[in-house]
């Protein structure tokens, strides 16, 4: 089963990785991104930027770079992240244990498209709008969703964001993945401009594990499109997915 | 439109109205409003009325221990009534060939909540919390692992359209060809956090929910699962139509003119090919909060006018959150497979009577009222959730 699409652009946040020219850098020499960290937050209508989380913070960040005006309100877009606002539930889920009161605005951003619904307020963007997670399928699942989209309006262009950041320090033993605090937002399309990608959902060869790396599986895919490699095979707990560079 | 089909082959659901299709499909028809309960272990000071799932559930198995939660035992109790269309999908297509997408806004917040006080109390957790439990994506990991799916597994959470937008998603995945076969629907569980979260934003009704009333004063919360096993096969009951749109307005609050309702449910027309006359019943969001019913019911107003019979089935079994999608779309599966003659019978608008009369006037289903739809009929359900996020469903009977 493959699927095609095009990649019109990328952007890419992580603590001292902030443009282009510093992902390019840091796909020639990869290496653990930053823990901690957020972006300045001048480019967010200043109503909005109090209530941005760090992760918020991030993934708009990427969402903006990738995405220029006045196509900012017109694309669908996805938010795929593993952890999204969990760390801001265990905070209210704490408050609850203590019997303390809730604060109501911090309950309306504890959704898991809370992400998506500051975007969709902060650009005007009224279209359609999923926010996923898949545990440690979730990269894979986001491109998945992102053609899910495109197949229902394949005329309109797609932003899809994915990014984490470090979970909470009650739940972080729990979990093991790199540790990051990391947005990549790519611009997808289904025809017409861009750099041709094909994405192959193929059976997990039996014995096959997830290699160990030390940055996130969104950072593995952006080192491989800016590597020129022919293809990235990314097993997951199912299915591998496997990742080619299409024909033009 | 040329378009796949897809087939809402066979439904698995559990609510305060009770477990299983027929079940159901009786107290739901008969507007049964005596299965929603007081629980005070919710909210600290506060007896709620909640629709809270009554039956014992199954037991996740040891093997998923990880997995044991009250949410994904209320999934485990839907699926267990589907098992044989699933089994027999997974048997024909492959497991590499089938998938799943559950939405849910609490996943296993109810059981992380305990492990949370623990740790409060003790600085260290339970032996029994795993993350699994709590994470968004344990909760399509989790049927995956069970069934041997091989297929894509992914959980949607866009709050209270979770659900709807699970089975949009599912749509896509068989028109791509990414799937031949797909589990889809939504599961929430009733938790501290939400009763707290919405008790914050004097969002609860102390009685039961009133809808559409004059004197509605909020949200009665409720769990439920319903999952439908989708195929992209002709006949029977199909989605025929998915409408999205995001709001770009506030947080927890809608645009007072419905414009991000309307959108969604004229998309959800476009997409089904057909236009708002060909609509015989709408299962409304109608949460219950001021600011809710007044903007659902200009939007709706505007599209259908008086026409169009409608009901809130939330006073029936709660709003179960990003569940309500996947519910209310079996509610409207039920009332097409119900079909009587050229007649089908209509979950009725349950509430105090009382219109608002500053809120356009809608044709709010009564009891017993059945509606004039020749097959093949259609009906629509809307879900609107926190952040702006819209989805709109249309379900259709097969020429």
Not at chain 1, 106 to 115: C, G, I, R, Y
Not at chain 2, 233 to 239: A, K, N, Y
Request: charged letters at 20%.
């Amino acid at each position: 089963m493959t699927l095609a699409v095009r990649v019109r652009g990328f952007a890419a946040w992580a603590p001292g990785l902030e443009d282009a020219a510093a992902w390019r850098g840091w796909s020639a020499a990869p290496g653990p991104l930053g823990r901690e960290g957020v972006p300045d937050a001048r480019f967010l209508p200043a109503m909005l930027r109090r209530r941005c989380t760090p992760l918020t913070r991030i993934m708009l960040r990427a969402a903006f770079d990738v995405c220029p005006e006045p196509l900012r309100a017109e694309v669908r877009t996805v938010f795929a992240s593993r952890h999204g606002s969990i760390n801001e539930s265990i905070e209210l889920i704490e408050a609850v244990a203590r019997r303390q009161p809730i604060s109501p605005a911090k309950f309306s951003h504890t959704v898991h498209n809370a992400q998506a619904a500051l975007y969709s307020i902060a650009t005007g963007n009224r279209r359609a709008s999923s926010s996923l997670a898949a545990q440690e399928d979730t990269l894979a699942s986001g491109w998945i969703e992102a053609l899910a989209h495109l197949e229902r309006e394949p005329a309109r262009p797609l932003l899809l964001v994915q990014g984490d950041v470090p979970l909470a320090p009650t739940f972080a033993p729990l979990v093991d993945e790199p540790v990051a605090s990391y947005a990549v937002a790519w611009l997808l399309a289904a025809d017409g401009d861009g750099e041709p990608l094909e994405l192959a959902l193929e059976p997990a060869a039996p014995g096959v594990t997830r290699p160990r790396r030390a940055w996130p599986e969104a950072a593995e895919l952006l080192r491989w499109w800016l590597a020129d490699e022919p293809s990235l095979e990314l097993p997951g707990p199912r299915q591998c997915a496997v990742f080619r560079r299409g024909e033009a | 439109m040329a378009r796949r089909p897809c087939s809402l082959s066979a439904l698995g659901l559990v609510s305060s109205l009770g477990a299983g299709a027929a079940d159901t499909w009786r107290r739901l028809a008969a507007g049964d409003s005596s299965r929603l309960s007081e629980r005070s272990d919710l909210a600290p000071g506060r007896t709620l009325l909640v629709g809270a799932v009554r039956e014992p559930l199954p037991e996740v198995p040891a093997a998923l221990a990880r997995y044991a939660c009250r949410n994904n035992a209320l999934t485990l109790a839907a699926l267990g009534q589907i098992e044989e269309p699933v089994q027999a999908a997974l048997a024909r297509f492959g497991p590499g060939r089938v998938g799943v997408v559950l939405g849910t806004s609490t996943s296993g917040v109810s059981d992380a909540e305990a492990a949370i006080a623990h740790h409060v109390r003790t600085q260290s957790l339970s032996p029994t919390f795993f993350y699994d439990q709590l994470e968004f994506g344990g909760a399509a990991g989790f049927v995956a692992e069970l069934l041997g799916l091989r297929g894509p597994a992914y959980t949607l959470s866009t709050a209270c359209s979770s659900g709807a937008r699970a089975l949009a998603s599912a749509r896509s995945l068989l028109a791509l060809g990414a799937c031949d076969a797909v589990i889809a629907g939504a599961t929430d569980s009733l938790c501290g956090l939400t009763a707290g979260g919405f008790g914050a934003l004097q969002a609860i009704a102390d009685g039961v929910t009133n809808p559409m009333s004059a004197n509605r004063a909020g949200i009665t919360l409720g769990e439920a699962s319903a999952l439908f096993l989708v195929t992209g096969e002709p006949g029977g009951i199909q989605l025929q139509g998915a409408g999205e749109s995001s709001e770009a307005h506030h947080m927890s609050a809608p645009d007072p003119e419905g414009r991000g309702a309307r959108e969604a449910m004229e998309a959800a027309l476009r997409d089904a090919g057909c236009g708002a006359d060909d609509i015989a019943y709408l299962n409304l969001h109608g949460t219950g909060t001021p600011l809710n019913d007044a903007m659902e019911s200009v939007a709706v107003a505007a599209l259908f006018g008086e026409r169009v019979p409608c009901s809130s089935t939330k006073p029936l079994v709660g709003h179960t959150l990003g569940a309500a999608g996947a519910l209310e779309a079996a509610f409207c599966w039920l009332v097409l497979r119900g079909r009587e003659g050229a007649e089908l019978l209509l979950p009725p608008h349950a509430f105090d009577g009382v219109r608002d009369p500053a809120l356009p006037w809608l044709r709010l289903a009564a009891k017993g009222e059945r509606a004039r739809a020749a097959p093949p009929a259609r009906v629509m359900t809307n879900s609107f959730g926190f952040g702006g996020n819209n989805c709109t469903l249309v379900l259709g009977e097969s020429a």
